[in-house]
C-alpha cells in the first residue's frame, strides 16, 4: 500500500507560479510513475503530467514534473497559472510507466485545491 498526500495548493493570482508536492508513505515511491490529474467543478478529471519511474523531469507546456526518491516526493510545479487551471490536483501512482488513463492508476491523494484569480 501507498498512501499519498498532496500539498502546496492555494489562492494564487493569474500569472502566478506554485509548486505543488505529492509525498508518499507506506512504501516507497523509487518504483512507480505518478501521475499529476485535475478536475475542476462540473468537469473529469484530466491528466496534467507524468513521470515514469527513474525519470528525472518530466516537461509540458507551462508545468514541469520531477521527483525526489531520496525523499520520497514528487512535485508539480507550474507556472504562467490562467483562472482556467483552478481545480482540485491529484497525485496518483502507478508500477513503472506513466499512462493517460486515471483507471490505470493505483493509489491516489485526497487532493489539493488550487484557485487561480484573476
Known amino acids: 500500500q501507498v498512501q499519498l498526500v498532496e500539498s502546496g495548493g492555494g489562492l494564487v493570482q493569474a500569472g502566478g507560479s506554485l509548486r505543488l508536492s505529492c509525498a508518499a508513505s507506506g512504501r516507497t515511491l523509487g518504483t512507480y510513475a505518478i501521475g499529476w490529474f485535475r478536475q475542476a467543478p462540473g468537469k473529469e478529471r484530466e491528466l496534467v503530467g507524468c513521470?515514469?519511474?527513474g525519470g528525472s523531469a518530466a516537461y509540458y507546456p507551462g508545468s514541469v514534473v520531477s521527483r525526489d526518491d531520496a525523499k520520497n516526493t514528487v512535485f508539480l510545479q507550474m507556472n504562467s497559472l490562467k483562472v482556467e487551471d483552478t481545480a482540485v490536483y491529484y497525485c496518483?501512482?502507478?508500477?513503472?510507466?506513466?499512462?493517460?488513463?486515471?483507471?490505470?492508476?493505483?493509489?491516489w491523494g485526497q487532493g489539493t485545491q488550487v484557485t487561480v484569480s484573476s
Open positions: 513521470i515514469r519511474r
Open positions: 496518483a501512482a502507478r508500477p513503472d510507466i506513466c499512462s493517460t488513463s486515471e483507471r490505470q492508476y493505483d493509489y
